[in-house]
């Protein structure tokens, strides 16, 4: 599967760049995290530095109209330089100085908006490169379990890079990986990919950004499916970035940034195995439902579990079922959507999902400093197992197949993009 993927040229460039990508995202979070924490020895503070890392991504709506009017690797390879340029001047403001720490916090908050632009335009790129429902998956497949494997030595790069070299090297080295996918993203658009590359119908837009939006809007809230779903994902994201802000605590206690590493590492192990398990299990959505409820008891047991060890153990569960759901739910709404308004619902469902991620951190922020950090997640982890439990109880999630939508996905197989 991955050989026959990875001998077409276009998806080859486009997975290399991705991963260039990823790897600069990996060591980027860890050193900004772990640098919060380790000045302010305060979880409440790291919250807000990884609010403002994810703020931005609610207002990921916004950018649907210009992914679907525009080149979308020509918009990947911008907002990639963009971030490189601005990660490359964070290590110059490094210091115990609240003033500097405000500065970054600026920075940062710069950098994620223009993240915005990459991850729907990247994504809309996979059902425009991939013709068919079995490709659409396999490619979501290999992307997804390279990711975590990319992940795993990210994080681990991260925290060794930090140790040896310091944190400011490790802040050049994320932006010399930044430049490198967005000037190879940017080498596609001008000599890999002709322009009418799939452009079998052109591009109709109806000349009103809101209405465009609207358009966007309308497929999600008529289709029954994704409406369903909806607040499921914001619901997951709100939880699980109460886990994610404790992370930095337990590795400052620890000692070493390198627990901080091994947490993520041993999750993104899971999330690669879950992948791969995606072309084993039903292509149906209760399998979503079920690796949810698999995500509330692992992370029941994780904040039950005292050593760092053993949290680690619990950790591996945890990342299975979110590797089963991303690709599943990702697959599912790539073929779904027609593809003149994917940039549109990608980025729209993103905004709701992911707005849940810093009023998540900011609300754990607060709880961690009136409750127990154990409580706060087993919290989490009873509302994520409830999450999944209501899901199999709903007739149109337990009977949903990515197999009944091929003969709606090859009708929009000749709705081509523009590169």
């Excluded at 990639?80 to 490359?88: K, R, S, T």
């Excluded at 790129?125 to 490709?135: A, C, E, F, G």
């Excluded at 709404?333 to 999902?353: E, N």
Aim: glycine share 6%; hydrophobic share 55%.
């Amino acid at each position: 599967m991955r050989n026959n993927l990875l001998s077409n040229p276009r998806f080859l460039f486009f997975y290399l760049s991705r991963t260039s990508a990823n790897i600069a995202d990996s060591i980027y979070m860890i050193v900004m995290l772990y640098f919060v924490q380790s000045i302010t020895e305060s979880v409440s503070y790291t919250s807000f530095t990884y609010s403002a890392i994810t703020a931005t991504s609610m207002f990921s709506f916004i950018v649907g109209p210009i992914v679907d009017r525009h080149s979308p690797l020509k918009l990947a390879s911008l907002s990639l330089l963009m971030q490189a340029i601005i990660i490359f001047f964070v290590p110059f403001l490094i210091g115990e100085q609240s003033y500097k720490l405000i500065l970054i916090l600026v920075l940062v908050f710069l950098a994620s908006c223009f993240s915005l632009l990459f991850y729907p335009a990247n994504s809309k790129l996979i059902p425009i490169l991939m013709r068919n429902n079995d490709d659409i998956i396999k490619a979501n497949v290999v992307i997804n379990s390279t990711d975590q494997v990319i992940n795993i030595v990210g994080y681990l790069l991260g925290a060794s890079i930090i140790i040896f070299l310091g944190m400011k090297n490790t802040f050049y080295l994320a932006s010399g990986l930044l430049l490198l996918a967005g000037l190879t993203f940017f080498w596609m658009s001008r000599n890999l990919i002709p322009s009418n590359y799939m452009e079998n119908e052109p591009a109709k837009h109806s000349g009103s950004f809101l209405l465009e939006l609207k358009e966007g809007f309308s497929f999600v809230k008529q289709n029954v499916f994704l409406k369903i779903m909806m607040p499921f994902y914001a619901l997951i994201n709100f939880l699980l970035a109460m886990l994610i802000i404790t992370i930095p605590s337990l590795a400052v206690s620890a000692g070493s940034p390198i627990y901080y590493s091994l947490i993520y590492i041993v999750f993104f192990i899971g999330m690669f195995c879950g992948s791969i398990l995606t072309n084993y299990v039903p292509k149906k959505a209760f399998v979503i439902a079920v690796a949810w409820i698999l995500m509330g008891i692992s992370l029941c047991v994780f904040s039950l579990m005292q050593g760092i060890w053993l949290k680690m153990v619990a950790v591996l569960p945890m990342g299975i079922g979110s590797g089963l759901i991303n690709v599943q739910q990702t697959a599912i709404i790539h073929i779904i959507t027609p593809t003149k308004l994917l940039g549109r619902v990608l980025s729209f469902l993103s905004s709701i999902s992911n707005a849940s991620l810093p009023l998540g951190a900011l609300v754990g922020g607060v709880l961690t400093l009136r409750f127990p950090l154990e409580n706060v997640l087993l919290f989490s982890a009873v509302l994520i197992m409830a999450s999944g439990l209501i899901l199999l109880c709903i007739k149109t999630v337990r009977q949903f197949t990515i197999e009944d939508q091929t003969e709606e996905r090859q009708k929009e197989a000749n709705v081509g993009g523009n590169f």
